[in-house]
């Protein structure tokens, strides 16, 4: 049995003081004389708080989730829990027709969820693309053949979908009934009729709101809400935000939540594989194009810590700040149960940081990683 002492616990709607965490690889109880431990972590007055979840990251530290190499995403994954991050889901393009190298990503990612004991826990996959507007422009989906590749992903978690596609229902219905997540997003022009219709068939997420998703348009003279609009509407459709003062302005961001609350909002990084924050991948890319970026995911690693840190400053309650990167993605993607909040019977996956959310220690399901 272990326990944190000397810390302000943060639940998902309030922070307990004057009280020890006792846990062990799961929550036991928050106990005012908890006794003697075999371990005691002195908080020191710092908050502690559930794992943060980053469910839309393509690696980052220079490590990069395509790689196809178990052993460097399990680095990666490291780097991750650096950043607060206790459970997180590897982002990847997949091809509609996938290569053996788009098998050989998959696989990798799966043999590093099973034998990862260094790093975040991985808790699927995220598939972002096939099935985007920049890529299969608006192509057929047949549902009979994404079947077999449906069953052969074992770790499939999340599939970003653009509802513009001709019979991407029937694939989000396949998803929906798999028990995976159809997640509305890249798509530069989705109508309303399209966004509803994928909604009814089970799509309850969008990927990163305002980045590669249209807002109202104008058909005959009137104007009808686009994937902007519809997702801020929608109670039971969770929003994205990548949120890390380089791409939604904290104004913007007082508006999304205005809209949505904490509990709908899911934070994440769309990370990629830079090794700098902010620097390498920008320049690169501003070069290349020479115009100004508006993506985050070309402007290096940002870390859930960044993320959650830029959300508070925004003006967000702290509490509110930590659920949208803990309890909500864990409703979002389903394992509620089990992770997104210290409660008894939850796995012990918590993080130790400073007023300003600078990481002080990491642990995942009760072993301490840093
Ligand atoms: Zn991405």
Same mark, same amino acid.
Not at 52 to 70: N, Q
């Given at each position: 049995?272990?326990?944190?002492?000397?810390?302000?616990?943060?639940? /998902?709607?309030r922070i307990?003081?004057g009280?020890?965490l006792?846990?062990?690889?799961?929550?036991?109880?928050?106990?005012?004389?908890?006794?003697?431990?075999?371990?005691?972590?002195?908080?020191?007055?710092?908050?502690?708080?559930p794992?943060?979840?980053?469910?839309?990251?393509?690696?980052?530290?220079?490590?990069?989730?395509?790689?196809?190499?178990?052993d460097?995403?399990?680095?990666?994954?490291?780097e991750?829990?650096?950043?607060?991050?206790?459970?997180?889901?590897?982002t990847? @393009?997949f091809?509609v027709?996938?290569?053996k190298?788009?098998?050989a990503v998959?696989?990798?990612?799966?043999?590093a969820a099973?034998?990862?004991?260094?790093g975040?826990?991985?808790?699927?996959?995220?598939?972002?693309?096939?099935?985007?507007?920049?890529? @299969?422009?608006?192509?057929?989906?047949h549902? %009979?053949?994404?079947?077999p590749?449906?069953?052969?992903?074992?770790?499939?978690?999340?599939?970003?979908?653009?509802?513009?596609?001709?019979?991407?229902?029937?694939f989000?219905?396949?998803?929906?009934q798999?028990g995976?997540?159809?997640?509305?997003?890249?798509?530069?022009?989705?109508t %309303?009729?399209?966004?509803m219709?994928?909604?009814?068939?089970g799509?309850?997420?969008?990927?990163?709101?305002?980045s590669?998703?249209?807002?109202?348009y104008?058909?005959?003279?009137?104007?009808?809400?686009?994937?902007?609009?519809?997702?801020?509407?929608t109670?039971e459709?969770?929003?994205?935000?990548?949120?890390?003062?380089?791409?939604?302005s /904290?104004?913007?961001?007082?508006?999304?939540?205005?809209c949505k609350?904490?509990?709908g909002i899911?934070l994440?990084?769309?990370c990629?594989p830079?090794?700098?924050k902010?620097?390498?991948g920008?320049?690169?890319?501003?070069t290349?194009?020479?115009?100004?970026?508006?993506?985050?995911?070309?402007?290096?690693? /940002?870390g859930?810590?960044?993320?959650?840190?830029?959300a508070y400053?925004?003006?967000?309650p702290?509490?509110?700040?930590?659920?949208?990167?803990?309890?909500? /993605?864990?409703r979002?993607?389903g394992?509620h149960?089990?992770?997104?909040?210290i409660?008894?019977?939850?796995?012990?996956?918590?993080?130790?940081?400073?007023?300003?959310?600078?990481? %002080? %220690?990491?642990?995942?399901?009760?072993?301490?990683?840093l």
């Open positions: 049995m272990k326990k944190i002492i000397n810390s302000k616990i943060i639940t /998902p709607y307990i003081t009280h020890d006792i846990y062990d690889g799961q929550i036991l109880a928050i106990d005012l004389d908890s006794g003697s431990c075999d371990e005691v972590i002195d908080a020191k007055g710092c908050y502690v708080s794992g943060f979840i980053d469910r839309h990251t393509h690696g980052g530290w220079g490590y990069d989730f395509s790689c196809a190499d178990a460097q995403i399990v680095e990666g994954t490291r991750c829990a650096k950043t607060g991050v206790t459970a997180v889901v590897p990847i @393009e091809a027709h996938p290569t190298q788009d098998w998959v696989e990798a990612i799966e043999c099973d034998k990862n004991s260094k975040s826990e991985i808790l699927g996959i995220h598939i972002e693309g096939a099935f985007v507007s920049s890529v @299969e422009n608006h192509q057929k989906i549902v %009979q053949e994404m079947i590749i449906l069953d052969r992903m074992k770790k499939g978690l999340v599939w970003t979908v653009d509802p513009q596609a001709e019979g991407m229902s029937d989000v219905t396949e998803l929906s798999r995976l997540y159809a997640s509305i997003g890249h798509s530069e022009f989705c %309303q009729e399209n966004f219709k994928c909604v009814e068939h799509a309850c997420q969008v990927t990163h709101i305002y590669s998703t249209n807002g109202y104008r058909e005959n003279g009137f104007r009808y809400p686009g994937i902007q609009e519809l997702s801020l509407m109670k459709v969770f929003v994205e935000v990548l949120m890390n003062n380089h791409h939604i /904290p104004e913007l961001f007082r508006f999304i939540y205005h609350g904490s509990a899911v994440a990084t769309d990629h830079r090794k700098n902010y620097t390498s920008a320049e690169k890319f501003e290349i194009w020479n115009e100004p970026l508006h993506r985050t995911s070309w402007w290096g690693s /940002p859930m810590d960044d993320v959650v840190r830029a400053h925004a003006g967000i702290l509490c509110e700040a930590v659920k949208m990167a803990t309890l909500t /993605p864990a979002a993607l394992v149960a089990k992770k997104g909040s409660a008894p019977g939850k796995d012990a996956d918590l993080v130790i940081f400073d007023e300003n959310v600078q990481i %002080q %220690q990491v642990i995942v399901k009760g072993n301490t990683l």
